[in-house]
């Protein structure tokens, strides 16, 4: 079955400019995941929809950072006036709703490479 | 502050031998642990997990264990495989029910033919 797909894969933008960043989950899945990964650091935490959504948004570095679900499925990312050091792979991953008691696994997508000169 | 660290940015071995990849963390709430494997224009990909209840879980080549009173894990494989070489991260959840995944900088593994 098809995985988690992110659109583009790769972006390059110039500072100060607005980027959107999307994300389709695996059909199915209720939960969606939005990580950063700098150059040389492990993927970090950004925000968690449970359906439509945001659980838990404590992770955007800023109030230019903005993710969106209006259907409970597609999720896009939304970057305001675009700095250097926003450059990054930004991941998308998405999982299955186990409850409360148990962990889920969560199934990344490959990411978009964003640039930002 | 990192609360998962993985110290070696890099470890080569010889096809066929062992690879041991280590992982340590800070975090005494982390109770459910996983290893992600990613390629080169890939995301990560799920490998192996382990419960804080467990000190070994075993999927065929892998191996993962955890000593908690040391807060340390390893990923153990074997025999290694050319197709093993990518970047490793180890990865925590803290509590049943949590979502946000904590990473450590990742072990590039090179295994050589």
């Known amino acids: 079955g098809a995985g988690v797909s992110q659109t583009p894969s790769n972006k390059v933008t110039e500072k100060g400019k607005y980027v959107e960043l999307r994300c389709d989950p695996i059909s199915g899945h209720t939960a969606l995941y939005w990580y950063r990964q700098s150059l040389g650091q492990g993927p970090e935490f950004l925000i968690y929809f449970q359906g439509t959504g945001a659980a838990d948004d404590s992770g955007l570095p800023n109030d230019r950072f903005f993710a969106v679900r209006p259907e409970g499925s597609v999720s896009t990312l939304k970057i305001q006036r675009t700095e250097r050091g926003d450059s990054a792979v930004y991941l998308c991953?998405?999982?299955?709703?186990?409850?409360?008691?148990?962990?889920?696994?969560?199934?990344f997508g490959p990411g978009t490479r964003l640039t930002v000169l | 502050d990192q609360q998962v660290k993985q110290n070696s940015p890099s470890l080569s071995v010889q096809e066929g031998r062992i690879s041991i990849l280590n992982c340590d963390y800070t975090n005494s709430m982390f109770d459910y642990f996983l290893w992600y494997k990613k390629y080169p224009a890939e995301g990560p990909t799920f490998l192996i997990s382990i419960s804080s209840i467990k000190d070994k879980n075993e999927d065929g080549r892998f191996t993962v264990f955890l000593n908690k009173s040391a807060k340390h894990l390893s990923l153990h494989i074997v025999p290694s495989q050319p197709g093993d070489s990518a970047v490793y991260f180890c990865?925590?959840?803290?509590?049943?029910?949590?979502?946000?995944?904590?990473f450590g900088k990742g072990t590039k593994l090179s295994v050589i033919p």
């Open positions: 990865a925590a959840y803290s509590g049943a029910g949590s979502y946000q995944l904590t």
């Open positions: 991953a998405s999982s299955a709703y186990l409850g409360t008691a148990k962990h889920n696994e969560q199934f």
